[in-house]
């Protein structure tokens, strides 16, 4: 089953699709990369993954596996050499919890702070530096959250150390500090450096002027007031 | 490996810790239970689960264990031993995690809409996507089971577990609103899949009944409803 044909539908600058191409660069894996414009959706993506419209989609043989970290454990489990998951039940256990921790505080905080203005931008900057806090005392001590090598938990929260300064120069807003954070920090430089991930990146001007649309177009929807509401004022 | 002390700290309303009752119920766990009062959370609860004080925590060699669904897999990864939860093959396994994941941050977050949404347009529009969630999820199963009873075929599985916890509250949702969500018409599969499953060995001693669950509800609800009108202005 391994050796079927793989393809990728991914976006240029989605974090989530990132995830997935440096599991597949991690392990090996030959693959098709096929973009998509997600402002345009071709009728192959509404096809494969007809519940979310969103990428990334894996297509391996006739088997389509969507959302991130759902494709990143089926290529963990499809290919084995490599593992990206620890092999203790315990700590694959963590792994998840932090995968999840960090998608729902951080991830969804720091991208509400892109995209709010004022004192709305300044608390969910402030949330979004509360889960840093509680992430600094995971990876304190460690090369990587893998070990010595780069695990799931790197490739979750990979977006960190990229995406992550890229939003707050555009959102004129600081969630690592690194004097505050400086494990978090010092890991941010060493997966950078990682050549997988370091050769794996979309170019930074190009990120400044699509977040720079995309934090004004969002900031401006109706999407955007409802999600303010629930997210910051429950 | 397994065989130490095992401990639950879960609330009995909680289908979150019910799913954790079910999986080690299949696996024939020995367990704790230690039932928490979230008004007055234990300090072994703030130990074991500092980060959201939530329950259920799930804690296996004094090591707490938190979230719902890493719990489930830490469980059928601890106690490896037949009967599994999670399928074996790792597409079945994806398919399971992504229609966890759906169920989980979509059709539960439209659930909890119901209750959180004001006026009779807006209860009505909420009480819709609930039960158009529904239709999906029902597409699913039929894929998911190949005709066989449950979403993981003969028996109870990851995907029952997490839909499967949620019934209590879904009950809860028709006699409060009075309609009826989990239709035997627009889902057949799903309405038979439902009888089964609480009658399923690991489930039907720990479920909790619904209608205890009803006359909690109202409880709840009537409370929020009264603390709301007496609280000011969130400004």
């Known amino acids: 089953m391994a050796e079927k044909k793989v393809k990728l539908l991914g976006f240029w600058v989605s974090p989530f699709v990132y995830r997935v191409i ?86 969804h905080t720091a991208w509400l702070g892109l995209c709010a203005r004022g004192a709305e931008r300044e608390k969910a900057a402030k949330l979004a530096m509360e889960a840093v806090e509680k992430i600094e005392e995971v990876v304190k001590g460690k090369k990587l959250f893998g070990g010595e090598s780069i695990g799931y938990l790197d490739i979750c929260l990979g977006w960190i150390s990229y995406w992550l300064p890229v939003w707050e120069e555009v959102g004129s807003m600081q969630i690592i500090d690194p004097i505050k954070f400086p494990a978090t ?14 050769d794996n990146l979309p170019a930074r001007d190009a990120m400044i002027e699509y977040f720079q649309k995309r934090s004004k177009d969002l900031y ?11 997210h910051l004022h429950p | 490996m397994a065989g130490s002390e095992v401990k639950v700290l879960g609330t009995w309303a909680s289908p979150f810790a019910l799913r954790v009752h079910i999986a080690l119920g299949i696996k024939s766990v020995k367990y704790e239970w230690v039932e ?49 939860i999670l399928p074996s093959d790792p597409y079945h396994r994806a398919v399971a995690r992504f229609w966890a994941a759906y169920i989980d941050h979509k059709w539960f977050t439209w659930l909890k809409g119901v209750a959180s949404a004001e006026g009779a347009e807006a209860k009505k529009a909420a009480l819709d996507r609930v039960r158009e969630g529904l239709v999906v999820v029902e597409e699913a199963f ?19 577990i997490v839909l499967g916890c949620f019934l209590g509250w879904l009950y809860v949702a028709e006699k409060r609103n009075d309609v009826k969500l989990l239709d035997e018409e627009k889902m057949p599969g799903l309405a038979a899949w439902a009888i089964k499953f609480c009658l399923d060995g690991a489930v039907k001693d720990v479920m909790p009944d619904k209608d205890e669950l009803l006359d909690y509800a109202n409880m709840v609800f009537q409370a929020m409803a009264k603390a709301k009108l007496n609280a000011p202005p969130n400004y």
């Open chain 1, 22 to 107: 440096w599991a597949l660069k991690l392990k090996g894996i030959d693959y098709e990369y096929i973009e998509e414009d997600i402002f345009n959706k071709s009728p192959l993506l509404l096809q494969l993954n007809p519940i979310h419209k969103k990428v990334p989609v894996l297509i391996h043989g006739d088997r389509v596996i969507s959302e991130s970290y759902v494709i990143v454990q089926y290529i963990d489990e499809t290919w084995p050499h490599c593992p990206l998951l620890p092999q203790d039940p315990y700590e694959r256990a963590m792994a998840r919890f932090w995968a999840d921790f960090a998608e729902t505080k951080l991830l």
């Open chain 1, 185 to 198: 920090s010092s890991w941010m430089n060493t997966l950078l450096h990682h050549q997988v991930i370091g």
């Open chain 2, 142 to 160: 039929g894929k998911c089971s190949k005709g066989k009873d449950f979403f993981s075929g003969d028996r109870i599985g990851y995907l029952d």
């Open chain 2, 36 to 84: 928490e009062n979230l008004e007055a959370k234990s300090q072994l609860l703030l130990e074991s689960n500092p980060i959201n004080k939530q329950v259920p925590v799930l804690i296996h060699h004094h090591k707490p264990i938190c979230e719902s669904l890493a719990i489930l897999q830490y469980i059928d990864e601890a106690w490896p031993s037949a009967p599994s």
């Open chain 1, 220 to 230: 401006e929807s109706d999407w955007f007031k409802d999600i303010i509401r629930l």
